[in-house]
């Protein structure tokens, strides 16, 4: 292929590559599976950030910091979790390089100085977590703790795509501590809520609530909830998980507590996170052939402004009124800015911020100041119209609300249209292969069942929907009885 | 020591140690060197972050993300970089664990999981930064690139105090790539003046912006910058650093650009940071024996309200007065925490936040509310007085500003009075050991000299103060010319 345009329909891996690296949003590295996060993408990183931290305080938690290492020890404290991990954990073996006494200028690993214990690079905290908070519990008044951290993670991964699925990622885990079962359950199901809330209000995204099948559950937990997104190209995408993780880990690292009624017992816990994954939900869930298309609400840059001009004379004229707008723009809390730079063409600067996917462009020229108007264009429909100037500040607002909107209802309408009912496997795998999406079938609730379907098909169960009306039938694979539908998918 | 309140004055260490883990401010970890940074230590550290990337953003600087590992070859391009950090290094080594055949439950490094290149952990990020650059400056319009990281590195120290010397610690590090030295040079003093203007108004510390000597300087660095603070127990504590990297980095990565006159040069290079050290130093310069004492500015909790009341009647009473008081605070967004707890005493709860630095305290009972007052305590001078509700919500933020003032004042005096100017090595030794602080002397220039006197005294010199008066004299230890005073002192 070369580098022309490639669109979605011609091969969606390559387009959504393209588009990851040509918006400026993150490259690989020298680093095998590592990648870098350049800053426009780490713009719209850092506006989920602020959205999500804002929720998770309004919901009573705090924010710290945990070691970025777990010695082995306590890393296998949790035989499932660590089995869960093991096999994809970085590993620091020693402390100290030397001078390579073959090899002037180079350095080796001093065999001198190895770690007594060695030290796994974080792939989730709750082992040095847990191993903490035993010496922060004793009693039930030191609980709920609610704690949440932003901190990077590291997964050795095999075959990784640019935000989906890389070695490190940056994320936030959230770590909860309970004096009953039913909080602890009661705060999974909130979290799971504020990730639902947050990827429907802010990123735009409807998406499922939904419960994973034990084989799909993170590792150590009693239960895990999703939230599950569908992509343009049919995939689902596992947007953030809530985990209830029983007494499990109070029991590996003997974490109890004295009740009020002076009985002790084990404490109840929940992890939660969501990760730089949301970045690729969020490129593939909206984005079209010409580039980025950004909820209002995330993007960095929500208006830019191209002054369209042929001599000095006529840029003096356009320039005053389109700093004017800025400033009034800016009023509104809108973030804007102004592209007056005499070398880059109005053509190719109207290319550029539909590829990073700004939501509306003002351009103006000397007759739309004689007008008294500019010209607008929205990213997400491609429209264009003319607009007084007058009362411009309370119009463009206006028009991003409704932007934010249709851009939703535009990924929800999509989404719905590609939720299949099935009743049979050879409808199933029909649906499957076109057009894909979620297929809504019947399952007799066991991991073989479940293992076969993934393996003849790549199908996975993505969640058992919450909120779902409940109808018994039989099973499309074993013709056995089933409680309810759930959702398959191939998947990101 | 039993566990009875240290003073400042019987061990400052100590009192210092005791601090930090009764405030709730961190702890050590499992991990040997590793820290956790609880809550309340953490929306310090938050507060510190807002404001300097509020400040780095004011400046043109944006934010990214490089990977947390350095690949060896790498690492040691930039040949005394590499050997500066070479012997403080976690290296990750293996990327798999595997079950121990021997040990059930336990899990074993898989030797078949080597490899082939050893990773470097990082603990400074030029190595990564500069191969990334490489592909992203090809012309002098590719330039300035002026971008920030907030990050974790690692630093392998025996040693190791809470927030002061971690073998993991959070910073952020910014690297910037320019056209000319000049340029470099602009934005490495830029930053520096960011950093003391961030100490000073944000944190209330005072602090001498100077220049490393070569000894000092940072590794790969062709001239450092530093701010300087001081300490109640007269030591100095490095707050901040701002490099210029001169092109050291951009030969050891061949990163050249071509100049509007098409001729190729290498880019001039930059890198500055702050740690979570400020969070020692914080601590450090203004607390009492009684607790933190914390500038209004960085404060989590600006105001604190306590209701006094000896009956279910008294506290209604007592109560619609302080939810009052709270909304009316927060409308000139003061962040004000209202502790009605009733499983703490008002006693408990005095010395609680006086522990934890609270700037002002409100306390009201029945009687103030017949008298239309209260009754506040500021915690910097810990005088009381009787203030009129009436209007309250107006003279709260000036007495915050007054007691932001007076923080920094008293910090400010309390330095100036403690740099002591000498003219002979006896008096130099002297001063160093009673009452200590920052002894201005001459020098003659040479790293011999600085090093015996380092090594006879412990004494370092902090830095060669910018924006000083240039004052020829003789070097106290050698009697050879000097054309400056510099600045010793024992230090952090």
Redesign the interface.
């Known amino acids: 292929m070369d580098n022309k345009k490639i669109k979605r329909s011609d091969d969606y891996s390559l387009w959504y590559n393209n588009l990851v690296k040509n918006a400026d949003l993150a490259?690989h590295?020298?680093?095998k599976g590592?990648?870098?996060?350049?800053?426009y993408g780490?713009?719209i990183?850092?506006k989920m950030q602020q959205e999500l931290d804002r929720m998770f305080k309004a919901t009573g938690h705090?924010?710290?910091?945990?070691?970025?290492?777990?010695?082995?020890s306590?890393?296998?404290a949790e035989?499932k979790n660590?089995e869960g991990f093991?096999?994809?954990?970085?590993?620091?073996?020693?402390?100290?390089?030397?001078?390579d006494p073959d090899n002037k200028?180079?350095?080796i690993?001093d065999p001198e100085a190895k770690l007594e214990e060695?030290?796994?690079?974080r792939p989730t905290s709750e082992a040095?977590i847990w191993?903490?908070y035993k010496?922060w519990i004793q009693s039930y008044?030191d609980l709920p703790i609610l704690?949440n951290q932003w901190?990077?993670v590291?997964r050795?991964e095999m075959r990784t795509r640019l935000f989906l699925r890389t070695a490190?990622f940056?994320w936030q885990e959230g770590h909860t501590a309970h004096a009953t079962k039913e909080e602890a359950m009661e705060e999974t199901r909130k979290m799971l809520d504020v990730y639902a809330e947050f990827a429907e209000t802010f990123l735009a995204i409807p998406v499922i609530k939904g419960r994973k099948t034990e084989n799909e559950r993170f590792a150590g937990a009693d239960d895990t909830f999703c939230i599950e997104g569908l992509m343009q190209d049919g995939k689902a995408l596992q947007m953030g998980t809530s985990h209830f993780l029983g007494q499990n880990f109070a029991k590996a690292f003997d974490v109890q507590f004295a009740g009020k009624d002076g009985k002790r017992d084990f404490v109840w816990a929940t992890s939660w996170g969501v990760s730089t994954r949301l970045m690729g939900a969020l490129i593939m869930a909206h984005s079209d052939d010409d580039g980025l298309v950004l909820p209002p609400t995330i993007a960095p840059v929500q208006v830019v402004i191209v002054p369209i001009y042929r001599s000095d004379e006529e840029f003096t004229k356009v320039n005053n009124v389109a700093l004017d707008i800025k400033k009034r723009l800016e009023k509104q809390n809108l973030s804007v800015k102004y592209d007056n730079r005499d070398?880059h063409k109005p053509g190719w600067k109207f290319n550029e911020y539909e590829l990073k996917g700004v939501p509306i462009r003002i351009a103006i020229g000397p007759r739309d100041v004689d007008n008294q108007c500019v010209e607008i264009a929205r990213r997400d429909t491609k429209e264009k119209q003319s607009l007084s100037n007058v009362d411009l500040e309370h119009k463009i607002p206006h028009l991003l609300e409704q932007m934010q909107k249709n851009i939703y209802d535009k990924a929800l309408s999509f989404r719905d249209q590609n939720i299949h009912s099935v009743n049979t496997y050879s409808e199933f795998k029909e649906k499957l292969e076109h057009p894909g999406g979620f297929i809504s079938a019947h399952w007799d609730g066991t991991g073989e069942t479940e293992n076969r379907i993934k393996e003849e098909t790549k199908a996975t169960i993505r969640c058992i929907p919450l909120n779902a009306s409940i109808e018994k039938g039989t099973c499309i694979y074993s013709g056995k009885p089933s409680a309810q539908r759930v959702l398959f998918a191939k998947a990101y």
């Open positions: 490259e590295s020298a680093v590592c990648m870098v996060i350049k800053p780490y713009a990183w850092e705090v924010n710290a910091y945990f070691p970025l290492f777990v010695p082995k306590l890393f296998e035989e660590a093991a096999k994809e954990c970085a590993i620091v073996t020693h402390y100290r390089l030397k001078t200028g180079k350095l690993v060695e030290l796994i690079v040095i191993n903490t010496n008044r704690i901190a990077n590291v050795w490190e940056l070398t």
